[in-house]
C-alpha cells in the first residue's frame, strides 16, 4: 500500500509539474520583486516554511492572498509557475507562498484528523500562523484574505476554508477535492478512491463535514470558485461536481445553477446564488486534463476575489455566449431536445475491483448549435449505473440514456460538454457502445 500511494503521489507530482513548466510560458513576465522567506512566524506543527511576495507598489492597508503549490512543488515553483504574482504587481495586494518540506511527501496534508479541524495539529495551522505574522507585520486588512491551489494546494484551498470561515473570505481551487474526501486518518495519506473519483455523498453529508470542522461557529462562511478539466486523470472530475455540492449546502445556495455560459469555447461557467455576486463560482474546462490553471486563469480568480481594483466580487464573462438562467424545472424530454447532428464521444473508464467511473465527453461537430441533448448507449452486460453527475441516466443498466440537467443543455458548434457516472461491474469494464445524440450516431474513442 505504501509503494502504491508513493507511485500515485509521484504520477500527481509529475502531472502538476509538467503542466506548470508549459505555463511558464504563457504567463506575464517575472516580478520585479522577489520571494523573502520569514523564519520563526509562530506555530508550525509540521515545519513549513513561509515566503511573502510584497510587491513594489503595495497597498498601505494590502489585502493577503494565499497560494498553495501541488504535490512536488515548492513556493518558488508557484510564484514564477503561475500568473498570481504579477496581478499583485499590478493591483498592490500581498502574496504569501507556503510550502511543504517533508522530504518523503511533500503534498499538504489533507487527510489527518489534525488537518480537518480548526486550530489543529498540521499544516493548517502552521499556514495560518503565516497568515497572523502578515496581519501583525504588514497591516494587512484582515477582511480581505484569500486562498487558493492547484492540485494538493486545490485540496488544500478546500480544507482552510473549512477549517478557518473565520479568516478567509473566500477561495479558488484549481483541481481540488471536496473537504474529508481525502481523508485517510493519517497525514499526508493518499486516498485513492477519492482521487479516482468513487466517493459520492449528499449535499448534506458534504456539508456537515465541513461544519464539523469548527463545531459552534455560526459566522459568514467564505464564497467559494472551483475549476475543473473534464479529462483530469490525477484527480477524477467528479470530485468537481461533488465540491459543488458541498459548498453549495455550506453555503445555503441551490445546486440549481442561476447563470450558465460558455467562455473561450471550452469554459462551461456555472454560478450558484446571486449571479452577479455568486457564493459558488465553477468553471469545467472541457478536454483538459490536469493541468490548471492556465492562461488567464488566476486574472479570472482574482477578480472573483475583488483583487482587481473593480470594486465587484463577482465573475467575469469574457467572450462569453451566456444562456439564459436556467429553472429549477426538469430537464427537456427527449420530445424537446434540440436539433441533432454530428456528434463525437469520448470515454474515459477507470475500474477497480467490482467497480468503475466512466467520464463521457460529448463533442458537438457540425455547424447549429445543440439546445437540449439525449446521448443514447449500450453499457456492457453486468454493468449498472449507481450515481451519475452534470446528466441524469435511465434506466441503470442494457441500453441507457443520459440527459442533460439544466446548465448544461447547450452544446455550441464544436464545442463540448461532459458527464459522468459510477457503476458496479461484474468483470467486464469495457466502455459502453453504439453512442447517439439525439437521434444521430456518434462517432466514439
Known sequence: ???????????????????LSTLVALAPSASAAS????????????????????????????????VLHYCGGSAQAEFSGTEFASLADRYGFMEIYPQVNNPSNDCWDVASDGALTHNGNSDPAGVISMVQYAEAHNNIDTSRIYVTGNSSGGMMTNVMLGDYPDVFKAGAAFMG????????????????????GQVSNTAQVWGDYVRGAYPGYTGPRPRMQLWHGTTD??????????????????????????????INGNWTHTTYGDANNPAVDAY???????????????????????????GSTGSPSPSASSSPSPSASASPSASSTGSSGAC??????????????????????????INGWK????????????NAWNATISPSSGAVSATNVSYNAAIPPGGSTSFGYQANHTGNAAAPTGFSLNGSPCTSS
Open 35 to 66: 520571494l523573502v522567506q520569514i523564519s520563526n512566524f509562530g506555530n508550525n506543527p509540521t515545519g513549513l516554511s513561509m515566503y511573502e511576495y510584497i510587491p513594489a507598489n503595495v497597498s498601505a492597508h494590502p489585502p493577503l492572498l494565499v
Open 344 to 369: 463525437k464521444v469520448t470515454n474515459q473508464v477507470s475500474a477497480w475491483n467490482t467497480g468503475l467511473t466512466n467520464n463521457v465527453t460529448v463533442t458537438n461537430t457540425g455547424s447549429s448549435a
Open 177 to 196: 477535492v471536496p473537504f474529508h474526501c481525502f481523508y485517510t486518518g493519517t497525514v499526508r495519506g493518499w486516498n485513492s478512491a477519492c482521487a479516482q
Open 284 to 310: 469545467s474546462i472541457a478536454g483538459v486534463g490536469h493541468a490548471l490553471p492556465q492562461s488567464g486563469m488566476a486574472a479570472v480568480a482574482v477578480h472573483f476575489f475583488g483583487l482587481d481594483g473593480s
Open 1 to 19: 500500500m505504501k509503494r502504491t500511494r508513493a507511485a500515485l503521489t509521484a504520477t500527481l507530482a509529475t502531472a502538476t509539474a509538467t503542466a
Open 375 to 386: 446521448l443514447s448507449f449500450t453499457l456492457v452486460g453486468g454493468q449498472t449505473v449507481t
Open 233 to 262: 486523470t490525477t484527480l477524477s472530475y467528479n470530485n468537481f461536481g461533488e465540491e459543488i455540492k458541498q459548498w453549495t449546502n455550506v453555503l445555503g445556495v441551490s445546486q440549481t445553477p442561476t447563470s450558465s455560459s460558455v
